[in-house]
């Protein structure tokens, strides 16, 4: 019955002993959930989009069977006060910006195994979440009114991923979730946390750690015991030269470090330990002078916005058999420096001169208003001015007979305010 024009189900208590489901998808009218001590089998309570609820029946409460409750974006101010729902394993409230109160877990919910709270309105959680022994998920992102959050939290040994991203108001989290061995992934962006528990760097099994935007860190702790972590975003920290501890380079299993809108003026050089990592953002760090080495298994790295950046790796050292790719839009030292040619142009150049160089395709994007003279095939016509999709070339046309072993592509091009340039090359042929 999703997007029906119900406003109530039914009217008291009704049997229905086989009933399993009910889906009320979208139905606007519904204003309140119906009475489901009469359906003892119900299994899935799917609301979503429910905008006009208001109540929830307290049979809800205690219910022995349910499975998987979604009220996502229902308008709904209070649940029941209480729940010991035992056979619970999914619970949504994602959306519900009215709900104020998350109840108090009373009885055994140990199967609940998903709590989704985003964009809710609620304040704290109850200390009694420490009951939930096998949750796994706690996502509480964009709750604009959270300010705390219980330390019995560090009870919950099953949590696997914690995220409180866009939590604006909330400043502290407990000392002991450095208990919770099981964490995988934590989400603290955005928030006003003033100190992150030393604990946190603890976490052995922890993968993905994203604190963009958390302004008060000063000074990063040390990072080694993260031995498992391979996602760290520290975008807009207003970290400072001297602020990434040297030991960054033992995080062994990284792939993925966004360092971007920070204000230092070069990275530590145990970067160049990190053996696994493939991509490194460091777009708009304003401040940023040079990056003289980045991991032979680096495939693409971001510099756009870097105004300041004079020099970055020689692609003939990234020893890695697959592609590289350095974005720097916008990074005018590098077009223009000392009067030389475009430092990018130059690179690109070297690395086609470097023909033993083991890696497949090396690009890069660089701001600049003309195409080298040592590109040849320069002036066909319908390469110059419009628009187009496709181009395609056969490098036996332009030299018969001779084996091609590097070639070089370069597009010059003006993208407007209101689209987006995108550039691919495919090869057909054998180099």
Same mark, same amino acid.
């Given at each position: 019955?999703?997007?029906?024009?119900?406003?109530?189900?039914?009217?008291?208590?009704?049997?229905?002993?086989?009933?399993k489901?009910?889906?009320?998808n979208n139905?606007?009218?519904?204003?309140k959930t119906?009475?489901?001590?009469?359906i003892?089998?119900?299994e899935?309570?799917?609301?979503?989009?429910c905008?006009s609820? @208001?109540?929830?029946?307290?049979?809800?409460?205690?219910?022995?069977?349910?499975q998987?409750?979604n009220?996502m974006?229902?308008?709904? !101010?209070?649940l029941?006060?209480?729940l010991?729902?035992e056979?619970?394993?999914?619970?949504?409230?994602?959306?519900c910006?009215k709900l104020e109160?998350?109840?108090?877990?009373?009885?055994?919910?140990?199967?609940?195994m998903?709590?989704?709270?985003?964009?809710?309105?609620?304040?704290?959680?109850?200390? @009694?979440?420490?009951?939930?022994?096998?949750l796994?998920?706690?996502?509480?992102?964009?709750?604009?009114?959270?300010?705390?959050?219980?330390s019995?939290?560090?009870?919950?040994?099953?949590?696997?991923k914690l995220?409180?991203?866009?939590?604006?108001?909330?400043k502290?989290?407990?000392? &002991?979730?450095?208990?919770?061995?099981?964490?995988?992934e934590?989400d603290g962006?955005?928030?006003?946390? !003033?100190q992150?528990p030393?604990?946190?760097?603890?976490?052995?099994?922890? =993968?993905v750690l994203?604190?963009?935007?958390?302004k008060?860190?000063?000074?990063?702790?040390?990072?080694? #015991?993260?031995?498992s972590?391979?996602?760290?975003?520290?975008?807009?920290?207003?970290? !400072?030269e001297?602020?990434?501890?040297?030991?960054?380079?033992?995080?062994?299993?990284?792939?993925?470090?966004?360092?971007s809108q920070?204000?230092?003026?070069?990275?530590?050089?145990?970067?160049n330990?990190?053996?696994e990592l493939?991509?490194?953002?460091?777009?708009?760090?304003?401040?940023l002078?040079?990056l003289?080495e980045?991991?032979?298994?680096?495939?693409t790295?971001?510099?756009?916005?870097?105004?300041?950046?004079?020099?970055?790796?020689?692609?003939?050292?990234?020893s890695?058999s =697959?592609?590289?790719?350095f974005?720097?839009?916008?990074?005018w030292?590098?077009?223009?420096? &000392?009067?030389q040619?475009?430092?990018?142009?130059?690179?690109?150049?070297?690395?086609?001169?470097?023909?033993?160089?083991? !890696?497949?395709?090396?690009?890069?994007?660089?701001p600049?208003?003309?195409?080298?003279?040592w590109?040849?095939?320069r002036?066909?016509k319908?390469?110059?001015?419009g @628009?187009?999709? &496709?181009?395609?070339?056969?490098?036996h046309?332009?030299?018969p007979?001779?084996?091609?072993?590097?070639? #070089?592509?370069?597009?010059?091009?003006s993208?407007?305010s209101q689209?987006?340039?995108?550039f691919?090359?495919a090869? =057909?042929?054998?180099?």
């Open positions: 019955m999703a997007n029906s024009s119900i406003e109530q189900l039914w009217y008291g208590c009704q049997s229905a002993v086989n009933l489901i009910i889906n009320l139905s606007l009218n519904l204003s119906p009475d489901l001590t009469g003892p089998n119900l899935s309570l799917i609301l979503e989009g905008t609820l @208001s109540e929830v029946h307290p049979s809800l409460a205690s219910h022995k069977n349910l998987y409750v009220l974006n229902c308008k709904s !101010r209070i029941p006060s209480n010991e729902i056979s619970l394993k999914v619970f949504t409230l994602d959306g910006s109160k998350f109840p108090d877990i009373v009885g055994n919910m140990s199967k609940l998903v709590l989704r709270l985003d964009g809710t309105g609620i304040t704290k959680l109850s200390s @009694s979440i420490h009951h939930l022994i096998g796994v998920v706690l996502s509480m992102n964009n709750c604009k009114n959270l300010e705390s959050i219980p019995s939290i560090g009870f919950l040994k099953s949590l696997k995220n409180l991203s866009s939590c604006s108001k909330l502290y989290i407990p000392d &002991n979730l450095g208990k919770v061995e099981s964490l995988e934590f962006s955005r928030t006003s946390i !003033r992150l030393a604990s946190i760097f603890l976490l052995k099994n922890l =993968k994203s604190l963009d935007g958390f008060r860190l000063v000074v990063l702790p040390s990072l080694s #015991g993260l031995c972590l391979e996602v760290l975003g520290l975008r807009a920290c207003n970290l !400072r001297g602020a990434l501890p040297e030991d960054i380079g033992c995080l062994s299993s990284l792939t993925s470090l966004d360092l920070n204000n230092f003026v070069s990275l530590p050089r145990s970067i330990l990190l053996y493939e991509t490194l953002v460091l777009e708009d760090c304003t401040m002078e040079s003289h980045v991991p032979s298994k680096v495939q790295v971001y510099l756009n916005g870097c105004i300041s950046l004079k020099t970055i790796p020689d692609p003939i050292k990234l890695s =697959k592609r590289s790719e974005i720097c839009l916008n990074c030292e590098m077009y223009n420096h &000392n009067g040619d475009s430092i990018g142009l130059t690179m690109l150049e070297r690395y086609l001169q470097g023909l033993s160089n083991p !890696r497949p395709r090396f690009g890069i994007a660089v600049g208003n003309e195409i080298p003279g590109f040849n095939h002036n066909r319908e390469w110059q001015h @628009s187009f999709s &496709n181009i395609e070339l056969s490098f046309s332009f030299q007979g001779v084996k091609v072993k590097n070639c #070089g592509v370069c597009l010059l091009y993208p407007s689209s987006s340039a995108h691919i090359v090869s =057909k042929e054998e180099f």
